[in-house]
């Protein structure tokens, strides 16, 4: 087996890096888009060609939800252009190949968790853009892996994480959306979902759930936080998203449904409370 991550540098390369290099040493090609460019075809080609790899684990994404709604074309480039580049020359040398998507898919208008199989809206240029990719995939590569996840954090890069951290020190309240909710995502846990998906004894192709368990608002998520940190003098006030306009739209309701997930690969997934006392012990407060 030999793999292949992209985006290496990001929150979930990160996390797989750490995952993958302590249970399966020296199996892994680390890039980012300083060693490989997904957007450029050729270089995809010729990279691929010469790797020798058994799967890819792509991470690499324009993420940047409200600057997506401006920069149209640079957010496309890398979220379908990059990975129908990947699934072509994938699907030609036999590669597996593991895509990281989003909860941003849905229009965030429902009232139970989100399955597989429903009905997909985006309502921002991100979420269509990761919803291309999605179709562009199957289309090409259609024995991939898709995991859909949402609201990320980990000890490296921006995250709401570490923005609450900060801004606690800072500022005397703070006013956090409370009509948006989900699921926080370790990715640690997902690094390790990943690498459950990859080394699986049956593989099993399709789209996946994946957060952590438990619900949450962005409010309920920022008390959380402060509460691990220990801190008091900074309090939270739950304001509505009316009170919070952004250029992109955001699900109101974006809980994944993760019995696929459970039943496919019987292992426990941590509820987010769990999960985020974990991610804040490795983190040095201090230096936030």
């Known amino acids: ?40 075809r050729a270089a995809v080609e010729q990279y691929l060609g010469r790797g020798d790899f058994s799967h890819i684990i792509n991470c690499a994404a324009y993420t940047a939800v409200d600057r997506a709604e401006e920069e149209k074309h640079e957010c496309s480039a890398v979220n379908i252009d ?12 036999g590669i597996k190949i593991v895509h990281i998507s989003t909860d941003y898919v849905f229009d965030g208008h429902s009232c139970r968790p989100y399955t597989e199989g429903d009905k997909v809206n985006p309502q921002s240029v991100y979420g269509s ?14 024995d991939s892996v898709i995991i859909r996840t949402g609201w990320l954090y980990s000890p490296y890069g921006r995250n709401f994480v570490k923005t609450i951290l900060r801004l606690s020190r800072t500022e005397s309240s703070l006013r956090v959306v409370c009509d948006q909710v989900g699921t926080p995502t370790y990715a640690a846990d997902l690094a390790r979902a990943i690498v459950t998906v990859i ?6 192709s399709g789209i996946i759930n994946f957060s952590n368990e438990g619900v949450c608002s962005w409010y309920d998520f920022a008390v959380a936080i402060q509460r691990i940190a220990g801190i008091t003098d900074c309090p939270v006030y739950p304001i509505s998203t009316v009170d919070y306009p952004t ?42």
Not at 9 to 34: K, M, S, W
Not at 199 to 204: D, E, G, L, M, T
Not at 255 to 269: E, F, G, M, Q
């Open 82 to 93: 990059g990975i129908t580049n990947i699934a072509r020359k994938a699907d030609e040398l």
């Open 1 to 40: 087996m030999k793999i292949l991550v992209t985006g290496a540098n990001g929150q979930l390369g990160r996390e797989l890096r750490e995952v993958l290099e302590t249970e399966h040493p020296g199996i892994t090609t680390y890039v980012d888009c300083a060693e490989l460019d997904i957007t450029d």
């Open 129 to 142: 853009t990761k919803r291309k990719g999605e179709t562009a995939l199957l289309g090409l590569a259609p």
């Open 247 to 288: 250029p992109a739209t955001r699900p109101f309701y974006s809980v994944l449904d993760k019995a696929r997930y459970r039943a496919t690969y019987s292992t426990p997934i941590p509820h987010w409370e769990e999960a985020l006392a974990k991610c804040m012990a490795r983190m040095n407060l201090n230096e936030l």
């Open 199 to 204: 080394f699986a004894r049956q593989w099993a």
